[in-house]
């Protein structure tokens, strides 16, 4: 098992930064790659970035390019996703997870709680 626990997010103007973090612990952790996702209401769950465990590798959606960093140490088991220049668009929950380097959902094992991310225009 892998628990993840997330941390960060909250309310901001558009405009505005944001920082979300996620702690890993549980089984050996090497083999999993670290992605976010996100869902706003009404809607389905959305791939956002994701990284390999040593963080050498990096991918995003195309909607947070340029805007969004994934970023991990290797030496850490957290896994944090820097939010700049923050769209109303961007506003939904942020979830966490852990599994295969791709941007489908069903490739991830495990998942955090989610935290809510709001951006006012």
Not at 40 to 60: C, D, K, N
Not at 87 to 103: H, M, S
């Given at each position: 098992?892998?628990?993840?626990?997330?941390?960060?997010?909250?309310?901001?103007?558009?405009?505005?930064?944001?920082?979300?973090?996620?702690?890993?612990?549980?089984?050996?952790?090497?083999?999993?790659?670290?992605g976010w996702f996100r869902q706003a209401p009404g809607l389905e769950r959305e791939f956002v970035a994701t990284?390999?465990?040593?963080?050498?590798?990096?991918?995003?959606?195309?909607?947070?390019?340029?805007?969004?960093?994934?970023?991990?140490?290797?030496?850490?088991?957290?896994?944090?996703?820097?939010?700049?220049?923050?769209?109303?668009?961007?506003?939904?929950?942020?979830?966490?997870?852990?599994?295969?380097?791709?941007?489908?959902?069903?490739?991830?094992?495990?998942?955090g709680r989610g935290t809510q991310v709001t951006v006012s225009s």
């Amino acid at each position: 098992q892998v628990q993840l626990v997330q941390s960060g997010g909250g309310f901001v103007q558009a405009g505005g930064s944001l920082r979300l973090s996620c702690e890993a612990s549980g089984r050996p952790l090497s083999r999993y790659a670290m992605g976010w996702f996100r869902q706003a209401p009404g809607l389905e769950r959305e791939f956002v970035a994701t990284i390999s465990w040593s963080g050498a590798l990096q991918y995003y959606a195309d909607s947070v390019k340029g805007r969004f960093t994934i970023s991990k140490l290797n030496t850490e088991n957290t896994v944090h996703l820097q939010m700049n220049s923050l769209k109303p668009e961007d506003t939904a929950v942020y979830y966490c997870a852990a599994g295969a380097l791709r941007e489908s959902a069903d490739a991830y094992d495990y998942w955090g709680r989610g935290t809510q991310v709001t951006v006012s225009s």
